[in-house]
């Protein structure tokens, strides 16, 4: 999988010069859950081959491009920033992949007309946090299923989580230092999660950009 990320000579500060509503290009970056929710897809078509997936709070795309390259039928790929939008677009042709993208927050809606809600790291904030885990109570009771991946953020619903894969590997944060960290794949669910159960330990994997 090929991604465009910032660098040094990504020339991402042209753009904050000419749009004074340019944000912080988190898009631009590789975090830990989408990069642990993107190897869990790929290492298991069978979740989303066949089945319409939703990337929520896409970034980059990532994870909805492997969920297309894993044979899903149709992937929407959303989030709040249109910058992240053009980059989901460029990395989904990079990878030969079709997304459709769509602009706007989905946390409010009553119903996703999806079959599995893939969500990669959106609990790094209290708010937006109770908003998404609101958002896949809803989904669950709709039948629709919700993974998650995610570094064990600060406000991760953790009693509603069963883990399932661990990938020992980057995030956002450790980028720059080298340093490496655990990055989880979680199954949403209604139950609290047996504290016994717990997966192999899964071999590091990168992922390169172009």
Same mark, same amino acid.
């Given at each position: 999988?090929?991604?465009?990320?910032? !660098?040094?000579?990504?020339?991402?500060?042209? /753009?904050?010069?000419?749009?004074?509503?340019?944000?912080?290009?988190?898009?631009?970056?590789?975090?830990?859950? !989408?990069?642990?929710?993107? $190897?869990?897809?790929?290492?298991?078509?069978?979740?989303?081959? !066949?089945?319409?997936?939703?990337?929520?709070?896409?970034? @980059?795309?990532?994870?909805?491009?492997?969920?297309?390259?894993?044979?899903?039928?149709?992937?929407?790929?959303?989030?709040?920033?249109?910058?992240?939008?053009?980059?989901?677009?460029?990395?989904?042709?990079? +990878?030969?992949?079709?997304? %459709?993208?769509?602009?706007?927050?989905? @946390?409010?809606?009553?119903? /996703?007309?999806?079959?599995?809600?893939?969500?990669?790291?959106?609990? *790094?904030?209290?708010?937006?946090?109770? $908003?998404? %885990?609101?958002?896949?109570?809803?989904?669950?009771?709709?039948?629709?299923?919700?993974?998650?991946?995610?570094?064990?953020?600060? *406000?991760?619903?953790?009693?509603?989580?069963?883990?399932?894969?661990? *990938?020992?590997?980057?995030?956002?944060?450790?980028?720059?230092?080298?340093?490496?960290?655990? +990055? @989880?794949?979680?199954?949403?669910? $209604?139950?609290?999660?047996?504290?016994?159960?717990?997966?192999?330990?899964?071999?590091?994997?990168?992922?390169? !950009?172009?």
């Amino acid at each position: 999988m090929s991604l465009y990320t910032a !660098g040094p000579r990504s020339g991402l500060w042209r /753009l904050a010069e000419h749009d004074d509503a340019f944000g912080a290009p988190y898009w631009a970056h590789l975090w830990g859950g !989408g990069l642990a929710l993107a $190897r869990h897809v790929l290492d298991n078509p069978a979740l989303v081959s !066949g089945r319409r997936v939703l990337d929520l709070g896409a970034g @980059s795309g990532i994870v909805g491009i492997a969920a297309a390259k894993a044979g899903a039928s149709a992937v929407v790929a959303a989030d709040v920033d249109p910058y992240a939008m053009a980059a989901i677009e460029l990395n989904a042709e990079a +990878n030969a992949v079709s997304i %459709t993208t769509r602009l706007g927050d989905l @946390s409010a809606e009553p119903v /996703l007309d999806f079959d599995i809600v893939l969500v990669g790291d959106l609990f *790094y904030d209290e708010a937006l946090a109770e $908003r998404i %885990t609101a958002l896949l109570d809803r989904c669950l009771a709709s039948g629709v299923l919700s993974l998650i991946g995610d570094p064990c953020r600060a *406000y991760l619903p953790r009693s509603r989580l069963r883990l399932l894969a661990e *990938y020992p590997g980057p995030d956002f944060s450790t980028l720059t230092l080298g340093e490496r960290k655990t +990055n @989880s794949v979680f199954l949403f669910d $209604r139950d609290a999660p047996d504290p016994q159960l717990r997966p192999p330990q899964c071999d590091t994997w990168t992922i390169a !950009g172009p």
